[in-house]
């Protein structure tokens, strides 16, 4: 009798798990998609308080509440993080992989912040790892990518186009080295109407700044070419960053629109925590485990 017992809890306490993991980490079933819409409005919130904090005026008419606020979301998220590990299969494989650092990131500032350590100091550098910590907690809204159904998809488009992005990066460099070097030889040197050297062009990495402020259509207008020759490669600098503009999102639209076909849900598998799997998928593509 006592055996059956304790066969009938262990099946209980799995069940528990099991119920608690498609409420957590998918968003298929209504349960679901409701905690990740509040779970959703509690990172905005604090995010929210964050930047509010930021804000001296605000910070010293409210510095109670903001704490408050602060240490009402901290312990929220250290539940939710504390649930996810418990519902995992896994737990070391949530707890070491991007969003599971990310999630240890959104509340392990307030924790350090708390300690003994950081209250006696007033030096200027103690301050600026106080405030270098806090910033941290801007990492919450990271938290949001997996809890968007087309996050996965994009993820998976830019990660099946890495190998043409990486060739598109490296053309971009070759062309910033190519055209910073021939400004430098064209600009290097100059001198104003009134005899006094013209700074910008002095280096190869200086020119290549200004390739990349070029192609890149921003235009600060802090360096530019003065020669006829000098001008002539920068209209050309300019029409090829315009040309080169649409080339990365030619790339990821194809993969998107080749990921849209496929179907991805929002399953997390059980056993290596990945995700992007086909609608009418029930194992893993990835480590072969049940979903």
Request: net charge positive; charged share 20%.
């Given at each position: 009798?006592?055996?059956?017992?304790?066969?009938?809890?262990?099946?209980?306490?799995?069940?528990?798990?099991?119920?608690?993991?498609?409420?957590?980490?998918?968003?298929?079933?209504?349960?679901?998609?409701?905690?990740?819409?509040?779970?959703?409005?509690?990172?905005?919130?604090?995010?929210?308080?964050?930047?509010?904090?930021?804000?001296?005026?605000?910070?010293?008419?409210?510095?109670?509440?903001?704490?408050?606020?602060?240490?009402?979301?901290?312990?929220?998220?250290?539940?939710?993080?504390?649930?996810?590990?418990?519902?995992?299969?896994?737990?070391?494989?949530?707890?070491?992989?991007?969003?599971?650092?990310?999630?240890?990131?959104?509340?392990?500032?307030?924790?350090?912040?708390?300690?003994?350590?950081?209250?006696?100091?007033?030096?200027?550098?103690?301050?600026?790892?106080?405030?270098?910590?806090?910033?941290?907690?801007?990492?919450?809204?990271?938290?949001?990518?997996?809890?968007l159904s087309e996050a996965t998809a994009l993820r998976q488009a830019i990660w099946s186009a890495r190998a043409k992005i990486a060739v598109f990066l490296s053309s971009v460099l070759i062309a910033v080295v190519i055209v910073g070097s021939a400004m430098h030889l064209i600009e290097g040197g100059r001198e104003n109407s009134e005899g006094q050297p013209i700074h910008g062009f002095d280096s190869i990495p200086e020119s290549m700044y200004w390739a990349i402020v070029t192609m890149t259509t921003v235009g600060y207008g802090d360096?530019?070419?003065?020669?006829?020759?000098?001008?002539?490669?920068?209209?050309?600098?300019?029409?090829?960053?315009?040309?080169?503009?649409?080339?990365?999102?030619?790339?990821?639209?194809?993969?998107?629109?080749?990921?849209?076909?496929?179907?991805?849900?929002?399953?997390?598998?059980?056993?290596?925590?990945?995700?992007?799997?086909?609608?009418?998928?029930?194992?893993?593509?990835?480590?072969?485990?049940?979903?």
């Open positions: 009798m006592s055996k059956l017992t304790t066969v009938s809890h262990k099946d209980d306490t799995r069940s528990w798990r099991e119920r608690w993991y498609e409420i957590i980490f998918e968003a298929d079933t209504p349960a679901g998609k409701l905690f990740d819409v509040l779970l959703l409005i509690a990172i905005l919130l604090s995010v929210l308080v964050v930047m509010c904090e930021s804000v001296e005026a605000i910070r010293e008419e409210y510095p109670k509440l903001l704490v408050r606020a602060e240490w009402f979301f901290t312990l929220l998220f250290t539940c939710e993080y504390a649930m996810r590990i418990v519902c995992a299969r896994r737990p070391m494989r949530y707890i070491f992989s991007f969003y599971g650092i990310v999630d240890l990131l959104a509340i392990l500032p307030t924790y350090i912040i708390a300690l003994p350590f950081f209250e006696g100091g007033r030096s200027a550098q103690r301050l600026a790892v106080i405030r270098a910590i806090r910033l941290l907690r801007a990492f919450r809204i990271f938290k949001l990518a997996h809890m360096v530019s070419p003065t020669t006829a020759l000098g001008k002539a490669l920068a209209a050309c600098m300019m029409i090829l960053g315009y040309c080169m503009i649409i080339v990365p999102t030619g790339i990821v639209s194809a993969e998107l629109a080749h990921a849209g076909r496929k179907g991805l849900t929002t399953q997390v598998c059980p056993e290596c925590m990945a995700e992007g799997h086909d609608s009418d998928a029930t194992h893993c593509k990835y480590c072969g485990g049940k979903l």
